[in-house]
């Protein structure tokens, strides 16, 4: 089993829509998680952290955290054409030792 | 956010000559620098964790002869790519955390070319 594990997708959404991404994690103790975006031929850009259960908004970004069920998820609301880029979950934890435990990522493509 | 950078962002050699790709965190202390490594349509692929003053760690399957890392300051880790050949051409990207965050700052990337 995997560290991390997220749909690849794609997902697509029209404009204006909520575009909603989840990640699972096998780690029961991970502490911190994380979204990235990357766009195509680009590195990743943290877009949210979130360390505590519930939910964390950011503009037209919330991230959500269930640590009991072990899925965070990342919710995109009034999506637009310049959102659409792969989507990448990280989680650190006591057991990762000094690094980060990436998913594959979601693409995800937001349709005008 | 943090601000990583490196250089160069792009570079074309011959195979096996050696290239060196410098990665620095400008406005903190990174005391932990990470270097990936990402095919076209792939996932990133953790090559090592280097720590300052320390050997780096690497990854299984990663030769530590081929790929040579040191973080010899607190804002400077490099990656030099030895006897390159064109298998190891790939996008090249290194990470930095400060000792008091948790979270990982991404520089834009190296992207290394072989002929």
């Known amino acids: 089993q995997k560290e991390v594990e997220q749909n690849s997708g794609p997902l697509s959404v029209p404009e204006g829509a909520i575009a909603s991404l989840n990640c699972t994690y096998s780690d029961r103790g991970s502490q911190s998680f994380f979204w990235y975006r990357q766009y195509s031929g680009k590195s990743p850009e943290l877009i949210m952290f979130i360390y505590s259960n519930g939910d964390k908004e950011d503009g037209r970004f919330t991230a959500q955290l269930n640590k009991a069920s072990q899925y965070v998820s990342l919710l995109i609301r009034d999506s637009q054409p310049s959102d659409s880029a792969t989507y990448l979950c990280?989680?650190?934890?006591?057991?990762?030792?000094?690094?980060?435990?990436f998913g594959t990522g979601t693409s995800l493509t937001v349709i005008p | 956010g943090a601000v990583v950078s490196q250089h160069p962002s792009r570079v074309i050699c011959k195979s096996g000559t050696s290239v060196k790709i410098e990665c620095r965190s400008l406005d903190f202390q990174a005391t932990t620098m990470f270097w990936y490594r990402q095919f076209p349509k792939q996932s990133l692929m953790l090559m090592a964790t280097s720590n300052e003053g320390s050997k780096a760690t690497y990854e299984q399957g990663v030769e530590k002869d081929k790929f040579l890392i040191n973080h010899a300051s607190l804002t400077l880790s490099t990656l030099t790519v030895t006897s390159a050949h064109p298998e190891d051409s790939s996008f090249y990207i290194c990470s930095a955390r400060s000792p008091d965050r948790y979270e990982q700052y991404f520089g834009p990337g190296t992207r290394l070319t072989v002929t």
């Open positions: 990280a989680v650190f934890g006591p057991n990762t030792g000094n690094q980060f435990y």
